[in-house]
C-alpha cells in the first residue's frame, strides 16, 4: 500500500536537473510532495489533483497521471537547497489519509 | 503567524510508561494528524482529528490514543510505551479544502 520511489538516492551537481518518480498499487485522489531536510519537519512543496497539478515552486514543478497512478517530481538547474530527502504522500478516494512514499535522497554538490 | 508547534521537542521514557505530547495546528486550520517516524522511513499515519472526533486511523494499536480540543490543538497518548515506540512523532495540520499538510518540529521520543 505504500508508494514506492523511484530512484532511491540522487547526487547532483548544481545545475543539473533530476526526476523523482512515485508510483501507488492504488487509485489516487491526490498526490503531495514534502521535502525533508535532516533533523528537520517535512516541508510541503505542492500538491496535485485529479485532473489538474499545481506548480508550487520555481525550477521545482510534477506530473500527475491519474490513470497509471504515479507522479514525478521535477527538479530543475538544482542548487544547494535543494538537498535532502523527498517524499511522495498519496490520498485514495473516500479516505483523508495521507500515504508517505518510501522516501528519495537527494544531495547537490557545488 | 505561527506555524504547527510541538511541545516537548525530545522526551526519554521508561518502557511500560505512558506519554502525552501536544500540538498546536497553523492558525486557521482545523483538521490534525499525527504521524510516526522512524529512523530513515517516512511518516506513517496513526490518526486524524476533525471537529474534536478521530476521523482516520492508521494501522496502529490501541496504545495509541488522542484527542482534539474545541481550539483544535491536538494531543497524543502512548500508554505501555515499547522500546520501538521510539521515533519522531510528527503532527500535521491541515484545512478540510485543501488538503496539504503543515508539520510541526516534531516531538523525538526514546524509550529506554
Known amino acids: 500500500q505504500q508508494p514506492v520511489q523511484s530512484p532511491q538516492a540522487v547526487i547532483l551537481r548544481e545545475g543539473e536537473d533530476a526526476v523523482i518518480n512515485c508510483s501507488s498499487s492504488k487509485a489516487l485522489y491526490s498526490v503531495h510532495w514534502y521535502r525533508q531536510k535532516h533533523g528537520e519537519a517535512p516541508v510541503f512543496l505542492m500538491i496535485l489533483l485529479k485532473g489538474g497539478e499545481q506548480k508550487g515552486h520555481e525550477k521545482i514543478s510534477a506530473s500527475f497521471n491519474e490513470k497509471k497512478q504515479q507522479s514525478s517530481l521535477y527538479l530543475t538547474a538544482s542548487q544547494l537547497s535543494y538537498s535532502g530527502t523527498y517524499f511522495c504522500g498519496t490520498e485514495g478516494y473516500n479516505t483523508d489519509k495521507l500515504i508517505f512514499g518510501t522516501g528519495t535522497r537527494l544531495q547537490v554538490f557545488p | ?112
Open chain 2, 1 to 112: 503567524d505561527a506555524g504547527v508547534t510541538q511541545s516537548p521537542t525530545h522526551l526519554i521514557k521508561t518502557r511500560g510508561q505512558q506519554v502525552t505530547l501536544r500540538c498546536s495546528p497553523k492558525s486557521g486550520h482545523d483538521t490534525v494528524s499525527w504521524y510516526q517516524q522512524a529512523l530513515g522511513q517516512g511518516p506513517q499515519f496513526i490518526f486524524q482529528y476533525y471537529e474534536e472526533e478521530e476521523r482516520q486511523r492508521g494501522n496502529f494499536p490501541d496504545r495509541f490514543s488522542g484527542h482534539q480540543f474545541p481550539n483544535y490543538s491536538s494531543e497524543l497518548n502512548v500508554n505501555a510505551l515499547l522500546l520501538g515506540d521510539s521515533a519522531l512523532y510528527l503532527c500535521a495540520s491541515s484545512l478540510p479544502d485543501f488538503r496539504a499538510a503543515f508539520f510541526g518540529q516534531g516531538t523525538r521520543l526514546t524509550v529506554v
